[in-house]
């Protein structure tokens, strides 16, 4: 079930107060919605486009285990291993670009690709972690453009990328982390946590992925950065506890009352 914070709700969920307010994620896969045994990883999303561990051939699979309290509130996140990846059930169309949010902490800033989307076939977008920054390319093609900032390896960060045929644009943690070439991809996102071929896995920790077919608005954009930070740093302060607790014992005693 989805953890709501105190003080913002989630994208997902304010998209449906009113029309247009926000648009809803072609997924939305949160880390507390991920099944260990099975290895399905639940979309929150009102489109249910679940995501499958796979790994290709003979290769041992490694699945993503889940990590208790990883966040900064104590939110659980998923601890990939860079082998396989997870497939979505439906793939997520091209046509309009793409905008891509990750609540995420790499392993290493190393010289390898650590892949959070792919496809299944070459041109499709591949965001990633590269030298330590974000990156993304078509997939087996070209590289196109890469974040300003190496990101850190004993913290989380929230890195954002909106992209279609006119450009590119990074976001680390509500700020701009850069801008670059746009690009037409040929095929669509099919999987996470690794590329077609499997080279390119992921390895680290990962709270959250939200994914959007086009480009948000920058007012968009920042209201969901704004809701996944409060999601994974929000911590009800101790005189909130006291009032919601104090509001539960009047509104009891007032119905012991009302049945006296």
Known sequence: MKKLPLVLLSGAMMS????????VPAVQLQAANYNA???????SSINGDNATYHV??????VPPTVVPNATPNGSSALDFSGIGSLLLGTSISQSSGYTVFAYIEPASDGASRNA???GSASTAL?????????????EYTA??????TVLPTTSFSLIDLAVNASGSSFNLNGSSDGTGAGATFGNPITRIG?????????????AEIDIYT????????????????????????PTTWAMMLGGSGLLLAFNRYRRA
């Not at 045994?37 to 979309?43: A, I, K, Q």
């Not at 290709?56 to 699979?61: A, K, S, V």
């Not at 965001?127 to 390319?137: A, I, S």
């Open 16 to 23: 449906g107060l009113t029309a247009g307010a926000q648009p």
């Open 126 to 138: 591949e965001y990633d972690v590269y030298n330590g920054k974000q990156d993304y390319l078509t």
């Open 37 to 43: 045994t099975t290895g399905v990883w639940t979309d």
């Open 214 to 237: 086009g480009v948000l608005t920058a007012g968009q954009i920042s209201t969901v950065e704004q809701n996944l930070i409060a999601e994974y740093t929000t911590v009800p302060e």
């Open 143 to 148: 590289d196109k453009a890469t974040g300003n």
């Open 116 to 118: 959070l989307t792919g």
């Open 56 to 61: 290709p051939g003979t290769t041992t699979p």
């Open 194 to 206: 690794n590329n077609e071929g499997g080279g390119d896995g992921f390895v680290g920790d990962v």
